[in-house]
């Protein structure tokens, strides 16, 4: 993964709060703030996050964008996205090439990749990773993989694909974090419904990091691999420990208590841009902002309800007074990237035609319902603050509980919420995971934890997934983006972009267009 007057208030408190805490929360040492990350000895890189992970370190286990930050950083895919987010460039495979008929792709691994303990890398290791997430048990990615119908490993440096019918997705696909590469065995065993909980957080990657242990509540260690194949990454070691507050990571970085942090504020951006020693920037990523809605709790099972939740919301005011202008409207339930339909007219702010639909729908006289949002959240918690005072002129009473983000996850996966603020961002350039991950009902992850099952739609989904002709395929996702925006099973909010902020000897951190960031492209100079 959301202001009226009755603001936060961050922005107004900053200052004060800062030059009271820089003082009362200097290093206890005599080293100076950042004295771990000078070149007199190993460069450790300080990171606050938002979240700890939830999911395994494995690949294609990987459902939580704070354990798929961490992914992209130690295992490595056949193939890159580009930093853009819209195209796909070599990884482990230097070139690869397709059959006339399109149903075989033959991927050339490079020379002399090594895991991170040294062991050499053999396509045996690609079939067995990629075996595992297009049929492993655990695998919450195998819609991703329908169209493959074997893995080969023809040599050791060759990787030969097969597939049951063309499939225009393929190359994006093995781009996607879920199809990180580890060793055969380990690959094999992370299946296992007794895998030890504390094998599943040491990793054995190809990538520019790895990490050797964590026990949750502790920060994550990332160190530098010796053996990595892109050159020798300029930061030894990265040191990322969870603060879920967003005013409390800001603060450690005014004070130099911290080196790097993200999900910055929208409210502080500029406050950090123009202090000294410091930078912050939102990036351009392929990124929603929404409300899930519970559809098996009524009477969001009715339709018009979810419709005219809809209406009344009044997304330029959230735009404005939560993302303080920095985020565009949603107009569709897929990001503005590869096959977005930009003539879908989403749902502009019209509280007569919502309190036209409530009085037609189930619950002509409104309804009690929770909104869950998770602790620490400004923009999650400023949204509730918003659609509450909205939602009560629909007579809805919106009960906001703030939880930790844990619980929330566990109740929006049981199904034990009725709503709850969230936001999506692309994991790859084209739109078949999302449309597989948040619009395809009857399995987990329930459309996007909706509970949201349209058999057609399904059906439509899988038909976009499999057709090789560009523009059929546009029309066909135009037609799915429609279905799904007028069934309501979220409020479709805003489109956002990805924020960060650093202290200034930090150089070469970027989010990528799909919210990546790899620890190897930074430098530290001081």
């Known amino acids: 993964m959301f202001l009226s007057s ?25 080293q100076a703030p950042g004295a771990s990350a000078t070149s007199k000895g190993p460069q450790v890189l300080r990171m606050a996050r938002n979240a700890e992970p939830f999911s395994p370190f494995v690949p294609w286990q990987i459902d939580d964008n704070p354990a798929l930050f961490i992914s992209v950083n130690v295992y490595d895919t056949l193939l890159r996205t580009s930093k853009d987010g819209v195209s796909v460039e070599p990884g482990l495979a230097s070139k690869w090439q397709s059959s006339s008929d399109g149903l075989t792709w033959t991927f050339t691994l490079r020379d ?24 492993g048990e655990k695998s919450a990615w195998k819609d991703n993989y329908v169209a493959i119908k074997d893995v080969t490993a023809t040599e050791d440096k060759t990787v030969t694909i097969s597939l049951k019918q063309p499939y225009a997705p393929l190359l994006s696909v093995l781009a996607m974090f879920s199809g990180g590469i580890l060793p055969a065995d380990m690959a094999k065993a992370t299946d296992a419904k007794d895998y030890d909980n504390a094998n599943a957080w040491k990793t054995k990657g190809t990538g520019a990091y790895y990490v050797e242990g964590w026990k949750k509540g502790d920060p994550i260690i990332l160190k530098r691999n010796p053996n990595y194949w892109n050159g020798k990454p300029s930061v030894d070691e990265v040191r990322i420990e969870y603060i879920p507050d967003d005013n409390t990571r800001v ?14 504020p929208f409210s502080q951006i500029s406050t950090l841009s123009g202090q000294s020693g410091v930078k912050a920037q939102t990036f351009t990523i392929q990124q929603t902002a929404f409300v899930i809605l519970n559809t098996s709790k009524p009477p969001l099972n009715d339709v018009k309800v979810r419709q005219a939740l809809n209406y009344a919301t009044d997304k330029d005011a959230i ?22 339909d930009k003539s879908l007219p989403g749902y502009p702010y019209d509280m007569d035609k919502a309190k036209a639909l409530m009085a037609q729908s189930s619950a002509p006289n409104g309804f009690k319902m929770d909104m869950q949002v998770r602790s620490g959240n400004t923009n999650f918690a400023n949204t509730a603050i918003i659609l509450k005072e909205a939602w009560a002129k629909l007579g809805v009473t919106v009960d906001i509980q703030t939880l930790d983000t ?39 992850p329930f459309a996007y934890w909706t509970r949201y099952n349209n058999p057609d739609l399904n059906d439509k989904i899988t038909k976009a997934d499999l057709e090789q002709d560009a523009k059929k395929r546009e029309a066909d996702y135009s037609e799915i983006q429609k279905i799904y925006l007028d069934a309501a099973p979220l409020v479709f909010i805003s489109y956002l972009g990805a924020t960060a902020g650093w202290r200034d000897y930090v150089q070469g951190f970027f989010i990528d267009g799909l919210s990546y960031y790899r620890f190897e492209d930074v430098k530290i100079n001081k």
Do not use: H
């Open 6 to 30: 009755k603001r936060w208030p961050v922005a107004v408190t900053l200052a004060a709060l800062a030059a009271l805490l820089i003082g009362a929360c200097a290093p206890a040492s005599t």
């Open 112 to 135: 002399g990749l090594k895991f991170s303990d040294g062991t050499p890398l053999k396509a045996s290791d690609v079939k067995a990773s990629l075996d595992m997430a297009r049929s």
């Open 319 to 340: 735009i404005k007074s939560v993302y303080f202008g920095q985020a565009k409207f949603m107009n569709s339930p897929i990001p503005q990237g590869t096959y977005w």
């Open 406 to 444: 844990a619980v929330v996850r566990t109740n929006y996966r049981a199904g034990d919420f009725m709503s709850t603020p969230s936001a999506w961002t692309n994991d790859m350039n084209d739109p078949t995971e999302i449309v597989n991950y948040a619009m395809r009902g009857g399995a987990s």
């Open 251 to 264: 603060l450690k970085l005014q004070g130099a208590e911290t080196d790097l942090v993200d999900f910055v």
